[in-house]
């Protein structure tokens, strides 16, 4: 089957710890995206990476890092300095085109971390 | 910056009723727009994407139109059904750089 996995499903964590969001895709997309989904309000972009060891900030970055070390793979670390990192994580991943645009956005199932 | 307001924030409708959700964005200088459907606790299906130069992309009981100029778009469900109860966003590309805009969705709820 091809898509994109997130994990784990929910996460807990305590003040003061880092954690590390899992993103995993087979569809060959060059492109991959994390945003934050809180009660009320749209999705927000963290960070977004279109090749292998590059990315950008999103809206939302501070106390969050990423790497892209491998194209199926970009992985989010929210640190201790983010100060109110309780939300739903949604990965995404996009095909660039021949003219470099990206196209549609498929998405992970999310993963819930709740900060206790 | 780019901003995506969808009104209404909720929806109930009772079934087999046709409805229209809709998409406003405040630069039209856009790239695509997509309708995207979520379940409670899930990530997001793409339902539909209308290039800037298009008018509307039809998929079953689902229509979307784009007017770009005026910064907007519906999405059309016809004889809808509990199935269909779910949250929709759309998201706009801008012209320039690589990010997608979401709007805060519209909560749909269809009655038996």
């Known amino acids: 089957d091809g898509g994109i996995t997130q994990s784990p499903k929910y996460l807990f964590r305590k003040e003061g710890q880092n954690v590390t969001l899992s993103c995993e895709q087979n569809?060959?997309?060059?492109?991959m995206y994390w945003y934050r989904q809180d009660p009320g309000q749209g999705l927000r972009l963290i960070y977004y990476?279109?090749?292998?060891?590059?990315?950008q900030k999103g809206d939302i970055a501070e106390g969050y890092s990423v790497s892209r070390e491998k194209k199926e793979s970009f992985p989010l670390t929210v640190t201790s300095a983010q100060k109110n990192p309780t939300a739903f994580y949604l990965c995404?991943?996009?095909?660039?085109?021949?003219?470099?645009?990206?196209?549609?956005?498929?998405f992970g199932p999310g993963t819930r971390l709740t900060v206790l | 910056k780019q901003e995506v307001t969808q009104i209404p924030a909720a929806l109930s409708v009772p079934e087999g009723e046709n409805l229209v959700l809709n998409c406003s964005f405040t630069?039209?200088?856009?790239?695509?727009l997509q309708w995207f459907r979520q379940d409670p606790g899930k990530g997001l299906t793409s339902l539909l994407l209308?290039?800037?130069?298009?008018r509307e992309q039809t998929s079953g009981r689902l229509n979307a139109s784009l007017d770009k100029s005026s910064g907007r778009s519906t999405l059309y469900i016809a004889a809808s059904q509990p199935g269909d109860s779910a949250t929709y966003l759309c998201?706009?590309?801008?012209?320039?750089?690589?990010?997608?805009?979401f709007g805060t969705g519209t909560s749909l709820t269809v009655i038996p």
């Open positions: 569809l060959n997309h060059d492109a």
């Open positions: 630069d039209s200088a856009i790239y695509n």
């Open positions: 990476s279109q090749i292998v060891n590059d990315f």
């Open positions: 995404a991943s996009s095909p660039i085109d021949r003219g470099r645009n990206l196209d549609t956005q498929y």
């Open positions: 998201a706009v590309r801008a012209n320039t750089g690589n990010q997608f805009y």
């Open positions: 209308i290039q800037s130069s298009q």
